[in-house]
């Protein structure tokens, strides 16, 4: 069974950095691309940033070019989420998820296995 175990959420001021961390058990992680998504109350579950299984290939969603950085550490079963200049509308509960294939996907449905979720807030 694969599972998905996030860590690294938390309290922060506008302008603050955090870094999330979710590893995969598994031994066939690296041959699959990861997303980073994120969801506020009564909204649907958005693609913040996805990654190939490669390292190679990234996906940002647009408000967060330039701020937030995804990348992977095959090694160590382990997708991250450097998010910098944090900013209150970052607020939600972010989900890491690994993809059905190795190619990497912008919606919910590309993906089949999801972590539990982690609290991100941003104080203004």
């Known amino acids: 069974q694969v599972q998905l175990v996030e860590s690294g959420g938390g309290l922060v001021q506008a302008g603050d950095s955090l870094r999330l961390s979710c590893t995969v058990s598994?031994?066939?992680?690296?041959?699959?691309?990861m997303g980073w998504f994120r969801q506020v109350p009564g909204k649907e579950r958005d693609v913040v940033a996805a990654i190939g299984w490669t390292g190679r290939t990234t996906y940002y969603e647009d408000s967060v070019k330039g701020r937030f950085t995804i990348s992977r550490d095959n090694a160590k079963n382990t997708v991250y989420l450097q998010m910098n200049s944090l900013k209150p509308e970052d607020t939600a509960v972010y989900y890491c998820?690994?993809?059905?294939?190795?190619?990497?996907?912008?919606?919910?449905?590309?993906?089949?296995?999801w972590g539990q979720g982690t609290q991100v807030t941003v104080s203004s």
């Open positions: 598994g031994r066939t992680f690296s041959s699959y691309a």
């Open positions: 998820a690994r993809a059905r294939a190795g190619v990497l996907g912008r919606s919910s449905g590309d993906y089949d296995y």
